[in-house]
């Protein structure tokens, strides 16, 4: 078997026009680190944004930078201190310096979680930073049965599993699309709005009664929106908060243990069952650039993951779709 791999690669602040690939030799581990052989790999709005440079005061490159956050794989190699990972196993994980867009990612032992068999890989792929930025934002708001909370772009990457962790917590959701993600939403338990004019207006009538928490994935007028419906302060999870979280989870310390803490609760709460992430598009690690493009759009149900090579989940094997990703398959344990 090839020990050579592919690592998606930039030299300057860009578009998705500056990746390009490089050759990549099988990595050698410290001893506190596994090397993992990626089968699937999530994209996220923030690693374009970094990579065009929107964060060089927060997160400022050097050249030549790879990106990517959230991956799935097989542990390659281990260093002589990692005791908890075999070879072979199957792993999610997070890369802590970016660098998941390969075939091959080197990440400290405590970065990665066992995946659950019943897990498929694009959705293990595709999990962390959505997963764990979903997570937090549900879980700052505490929210209980007497809730009913506002979610913006219910259906996205990060919104679509607030909702389900929402929803388990006891709250009534209501969450904000566009009509092709109604009856996506309706199927989860969610009560779909509409965004645009009159949006106010819609919830109001579907709430019946006062909201009481506002989750805001997306921005714009929604600060305003919130405050119309009465939210309190305390009570709004704006999408700065969510920036501020996402920036948090992208790049934690080291020796931070909490993220793989959240990842491990999240691979468990799919695999039983509780929670259901979507794929929206699954493309080939050749296609990375469309992938990006594709998430550009702002109109993803689910996730967009890259696949380094054919998966198989359940009883079929998949080798997905080179073009749109808006043929959305709903993939669950
Ligand atoms: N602080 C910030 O400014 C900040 C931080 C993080 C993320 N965001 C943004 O938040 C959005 C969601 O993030 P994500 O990671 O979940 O992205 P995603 O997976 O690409 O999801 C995009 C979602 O946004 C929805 N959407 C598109 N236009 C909308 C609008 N005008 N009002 C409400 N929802 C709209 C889409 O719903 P339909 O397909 O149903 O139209 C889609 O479900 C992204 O657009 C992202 O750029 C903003």
New binding site residues.
């Given amino acids: 078997m090839s020990r050579t791999g592919r690592a998606v690669e930039f030299e300057r602040y860009g578009d998705v026009d500056e990746l390009h690939f490089v050759t990549q030799e099988l990595p050698v581990p410290a001893d506190d680190e596994v090397v993992v052989e990626v089968v699937c790999a999530g994209l ?3 690693e374009n944004f970094i990579r065009k440079g929107d964060f060089t005061d927060r997160l400022p490159l050097e050249f030549p930078a790879r990106q990517g956050s959230c991956f799935a794989g097989i542990v390659k190699k281990r260093g002589s201190a990692v005791r908890d990972f075999s070879v072979g196993a199957e792993v999610i994980g997070h890369a802590i310096e970016g660098g998941a867009h390969a075939t091959y990612v080197t990440v400290p032992a405590s970065s990665i979680v066992k995946k659950p068999s019943n897990v498929g890989w694009e959705v293990a792929g595709g999990l962390y930073l ?1 997963g764990v930025t979903a997570y937090d934002v549900v879980r700052s708001l505490h929210l209980g049965p007497g809730d009913i909370v506002v979610i ?8 679509h599993i607030e909702c389900q962790l929402a929803l388990a917590a006891g709250a009534k959701v209501i969450g ?3 009509p ?2 109604h009856d996506y939403l309706r199927s989860i338990g969610v009560t779909p709005i509409t ?2 004019e009159g949006l106010q207006q819609r919830i109001e009538e579907a709430a019946k009664r006062p909201i009481t928490a506002f989750i805001d ?4 007028d929604n600060p305003e929106l919130a405050t119309s419906l009465g939210v309190k302060e305390a009570r709004f999870s704006s ?2 908060h ?2 501020d979280l ?1 920036m948090h989870y992208i790049r934690p310390e080291r020796d931070d243990t909490e993220p793989a803490m959240v990842l491990a609760a999240l691979a468990k709460l799919i695999a039983e069952n509780k929670v259901r992430v979507l794929i ?1 598009g699954f493309y080939p690690f050749d296609y990375i650039t469309q992938a990006f493009d594709d ?1 550009a759009e ?7 993951v890259v696949g380094m090579q054919p998966v198989e989940t359940g009883v079929r094997s998949h080798w997905y779709l080179s073009g749109k990703a808006r043929s959305t398959h709903e993939a669950s344990a």
Avoid at 152 to 159: C, E, K, M, N, Y
């Fill in positions: 996220n709005h923030i959505a913006t772009a219910a259906a996205g990457g990060v919104g904000t699309c566009s092709p993600n965004y645009g994935n997306f921005g714009g999408s700065e969510r920036l996402e929206s998430l702002h109109h993803s149900r689910g996730k967009v």
